[in-house]
């Protein structure tokens, strides 16, 4: 059970036990009980398929197992958005001192990234694209098409459905790819753990950029430049 307001469960306990609690007695009882107050997530897992997934788990798995063997690059790829809109980071701040204030700025601005990412070899290396405004799949297949000019042997692509990702445009490009030794795998829908770029630009977003990144757009712009270049550097993952 879950609610936002423990005030109102005030007249409920009242009505059923004669018992008149105020609030921060309440609110005592409920942690004792093992309640806490948290943010609550939005999550689409219960209308995925559950088999599909633990079938392309296990197949992701044997992936990188190939991988450490040298056979084969398994590369995550993802479409991200920066911009001075972007949720409210968590800061330590000092105690007593006014909280840390960031612009509350509206409208269009920011930057897309096109990011593929070796997340799971020394050195994580992430070949990065940015851009203002949103990507396409014209841009999409320009990316990957250069892409390819670095690879050094078979590379599968981990991605998602976007609609970018599966254009005509994109469609029509596989077989070239496939002959550079590049293939797609799509994971299931709404299997966002499985894409594990999206850990990369969560923490792009909640740790390495900085409240003050957030200041101006060149600011933002230059602190995740510095952030991406340095990535499997300064800027580590460790998957369990």
């Given amino acids: 059970m879950a609610t936002q307001q423990l005030r109102h469960w005030l007249p409920d306990i ?14 005592r009882l409920a942690r004792r009980a093992g309640y806490r ?31 450490s063997r040298g056979e084969l690059a398994v590369v995550y790829v993802d ?16 105690r007593g001192q006014p909280p840390v204030c960031l612009p509350a700025v509206r409208g269009r601005g920011g930057h897309s990234v096109l990011g593929f990412w070796q997340a799971h070899v020394p050195g994580q290396p992430v070949q990065a694209y940015l851009r203002e405004g949103s990507l396409t799949a014209d841009l999409f297949v ?5 892409f390819c000019q670095t690879l050094s042997g078979p590379t599968v692509l981990v991605l998602d459905n976007a609609s970018i ?16 030794g590049l293939s797609l795998l799509f994971l299931p ?22 409240p003050q990144d957030y200041a101006t757009d060149q600011s933002l712009l230059q602190r995740l430049e510095d952030v991406l270049t340095n990535v499997g550097k300064q800027y580590t993952i460790t998957f369990a």
């Fill in 37 to 67: 107050w948290k943010r609550c997530r939005r999550s689409l897992r219960q209308q995925r398929d559950a088999d599909l997934f633990a079938q392309t788990q296990q197949q992701l798995h044997q992936l990188h197992r190939a991988e």
């Fill in 14 to 27: 009242r009505r059923a036990w004669g018992i008149k609690l105020h609030i921060s007695t309440l609110r």
């Fill in 142 to 146: 320009l990316a990957v098409h250069d």
């Fill in 79 to 94: 479409e991200c958005r920066f911009s001075r809109q972007a949720p409210v980071p968590y800061a330590w701040q000092r």
């Fill in 189 to 210: 829908p709404y299997s966002p753990e499985l894409n594990h770029i999206e850990l990369l630009w969560h923490r792009c977003k909640h740790y390495w950029i900085r």
């Fill in 165 to 180: 990702h599966k254009a005509h445009v994109v469609q029509a490009c596989h077989k070239q790819w496939a002959a550079a």
